[in-house]
């Protein structure tokens, strides 16, 4: 369980992953020991998965983003799956129940890569059925912060 400190502090690292310590303790109203003890704790409880960077894609290059929805063959998710870990343009795939098994969210450099990698890599993967694409224009909350009614 997660007390209210434990919620504050994910709370500031959601906002900035990379505060010190000893700013995250004083935020919290901890020492930089006891604030550092509190993080480990939350990692090795699995609650904290990774900390890291969040990129603009469009600023690097990369302007085309897309949801992909994909039927699959029944019984092989699992081996579509990993044929789309394999390609680098691909930011996260999540499984689904309902009309489509996976949601795929895919990055571009442009419209004419966007379409070779349709044509050229993901319609080569054996046990897709079906895509559906949607175009992201933007992302509105990519990483909602963690609300202290939500324990």
Known sequence: MLDEVDLQILQVLQSNSRISFSELGRSVGLSATAARNRINNLVSRGIVTKLGAELDWEKIGWSIQ?????????????????????????????????????????????????????????SKIPGITSMNTLMVLDEVNNTPPLSSSMK
């Not at 897309?66 to 789309?84: D, F, M, N, Y």
Request: net charge positive; no cysteine.
């Open 66 to 122: 897309s949801l992909l929805l994909i039927r699959t063959e029944h019984g092989k998710t699992e081996a579509v799956t990993k044929q789309l870990h394999k390609l680098p343009q691909i930011l996260s795939i999540t499984k689904t129940a309902g009309t489509v098994d996976l949601v795929v969210r895919l990055i571009a450099s442009d419209v004419a890569d966007f379409t070779n990698l349709l044509h050229k890599s993901l």
